[in-house]
Structures are given as C-alpha cells and as structure tokens.
C-alpha cells in the first residue's frame, strides 16, 4: 500500500485499519480485467468491476466538499483548485454547507451531468456510502479523499478506486501517547469529537479513548461533540467545564475545536496549557501558533492536500496500473519541541 505525506515523499506500506470494517490491500483484479476487456471508457460496465476512466484531457472532474467553515476544508478545496490546471482537469465544484443530503444531491448532479470523475470526502460514513454505488451504476468513477464511508455498503477497490488519506486511529493513539507523557499519566479529560457520523470523529474516538483504557490513572469524564467547528467547540467546552471544573485535559478531534477550548478555557479564568492541558490534530497555522504561544500542547498534522494525490491516482487509474484501496497519507507531529521549525508547514 502506499503511504504518502503530500507535501513529501512516499514513506512505508501500512495496512488499513479504520472504522474496524477496511479491508486489507488487494490488487484492482477487477479493474485490470476491465481494462484487458476493453470496456468502453465511461460506461456503466456490465459486470460488477470497477468503472474504467478515460485517458484523455481535459477530464471533467467532479469535486464535491463537505463545508467550508475552517482552514482545513478551504486548504483542501484549494489544494484541488491549484491541481487542477496541471492535471489537465476542468473542475465542477460545489459546497455542501455540512449538509449531508446536500452533499448528495451535488453529487447526483454530478452524474447527471456525466462527470468522467468523482472525488470528494463523504461528510458522513453512512449516508454518502449508497451514492458510491450510484455512481458506479452510472459507469462514473470514484475516489475518496480524507474521510471514508461505511465498508458494509461500499467498498474501495470493488465499488470506488481507492481512499486517499490518513490513518485517523493512528492519529487519536499518537494524540493519546502523548497526554500520558505529558501528564505523567493521571489526567481528567474532556474529549471534543468531531461530526457525528464521520469516520474521522468515529476513527479519532476510537484510537484515542483505546489508549487511555490503558492507563489506570487517565479519565474522560465527558465526550461530546463539537461537529469539528469553532465555535460550537467553544459552546460545548462553556458548558462542560461549569460541569467538570476539576478537568485536567482536553483532546479535541481537531485544532478549530481545540482553539474554541482554548477560548472557553481563558473565559473561564483558567490558564490553558497550564491548569488545562490541550491535545489535538490538524496543524493548522492557527493550531501552530498556539502551540507556540503555549496554550495547545501538541497537535498531529493531518494534510488536507489531496489534489496532487487524487491527479496522480487518477492518471495511473487511467492507463490501467493497479491502486492499493487505501493510499495512505502519513502525518507530522508538532508540539513545543519542533513547532517553531515546521512553521511553513502550516496552512
Ligand atoms: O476529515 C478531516 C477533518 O475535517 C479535519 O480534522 C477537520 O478540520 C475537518 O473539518
């Protein structure tokens, strides 16, 4: 399996793990065989392999985003906007606004549109799953990029080319170990979850709340969820520290949530990274200029460049070459000790 960081280079070959239902990397048999068949590019295909996809510029591409209330979402959006030129892509764009029925209706506009190419980060692992199955039928493509969808219903590698994006279990146990360490182990912890529904909150959850399981000495007295935006961030975390004013620790599931803890934290007049230690993931800039101001302690960098990946899985899909169903992105991690010489990395 690959493992990339978008900003460097191929590293080693993990397996997939997330939402505990992936299954593990096999070849694109199906796909291959379509290719040897020469199946019409585009067309539905008549047996259950994979759609083929045309090697041809421009490609109509379309790129359907979940929101864009954050730096992360408006990083990956552009990430698309600045590949698209040199891809060879003409780029139909939309915005779900957190809706995931919007998100599907832009999606099934996208088929009827005939799009050679779909690509987008299900909102939801549930309820963007069956439109994977929809654009199959209709002879379209697809990869995901940063979230997945319910494996039970559509699965990468049989109904989709591939998922392109990071290990969110790896993420909540790399967040994890470090809160033990920092806190020498003894912590009372609220934990800000992302979207309900999403695998990157379900996925976080998971990896994280495994480790502190595992340490006697390490509690979540609260989990609730933040739906990955600021200020509802702050809202929640208002509300749980007038409910828990012995928390110890925060872990929110990304550094927008984490900023609005910061806020709430400061309002209540406590001291974050003092009386109230905060751990996340994104590496935001903003998420980075906390750490460095010594109010976030730490974060992991999860990329939201996908479009020089998804041009590049998409262009060797095109001439026939085999794709793992998990291309996975491989993340920095910063705190107070490296934060100051990654800087440019942040977005
Ligand atoms: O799916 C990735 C998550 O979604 C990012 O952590 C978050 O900032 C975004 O909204």
Not at 48 to 68: H, M, Y
Not at 284 to 295: L, P, R, V, Y
Request: proline fraction near 5%; glycine fraction near 8%.
């Amino acid at each position: 399996m690959a493992s990339l960081n978008p900003q460097s280079q191929p590293t080693s070959s993990p397996a997939r793990s997330a939402a505990g239902s992936r299954t593990w990397v096999r070849p694109l048999a199906a796909s291959l065989l379509t290719v040897a068949l020469g199946c019409a590019a585009g067309a539905a295909a008549a047996d259950d392999s994979l759609p083929k996809l045309a090697n041809k510029t421009p490609l109509r591409v379309g790129f359907a985003q979940t929101e864009s209330n954050n730096p992360w979402r408006l990083a990956e959006t552009k990430s698309f906007k600045d590949v698209a030129a040199k891809c060879g892509w003409h780029l139909v764009l939309t915005d779900a606004n957190g809706s995931n029925s919007k998100q599907v209706s832009d999606i099934q506009n996208m088929i009827a549109q005939h799009v050679d190419l779909l690509v987008f980060p299900p909102r939801e692992e549930k309820p963007l799953a069956p439109i994977v199955l929809q654009a199959k039928k209709a002879g379209i493509p697809v990869i995901l990029v940063d979230r997945d969808v319910d494996q039970s219903v559509a699965k990468a590698g049989r109904d989709y080319i591939t998922f392109i994006g990071s290990d969110f279990i790896d993420q909540g146990h790399r967040a994890a170990d470090w809160l033990v360490k920092t806190t020498g182990g003894k912590a009372k912890i609220i934990e800000l979850e992302g979207t309900t529904g999403a695998s990157a909150a379900n996925d976080r959850k998971k990896g994280f709340d495994d480790v502190i399981a595992k340490n006697p000495g390490m509690q979540i007295i609260a989990s609730q969820s933040g739906d990955f935006a600021r200020d509802t961030g702050r809202k929640v975390m208002e509300t749980l520290l007038q409910a828990h004013p012995d928390v110890t620790a925060v872990y929110a599931h990304n550094d927008e949530m984490a900023l609005g803890a910061i806020a709430a934290i400061k309002a209540a007049g406590k001291q974050p990274g003092k009386d109230i230690v905060v751990v996340t993931i994104d590496g935001t800039k903003g998420g980075m200029d906390a750490i460095a101001a010594g109010e976030l302690g730490a974060s992991v960098q999860s990329s939201p460049f996908f479009g020089a990946l998804a041009c590049d899985v998409a262009q060797r899909y095109a001439k026939g070459e085999t794709i793992p169903t998990w291309v996975k992105v491989s993340d920095r991690f910063y705190d107070k000790s490296n934060v100051q010489a990654n800087m440019q990395y942040g977005y």
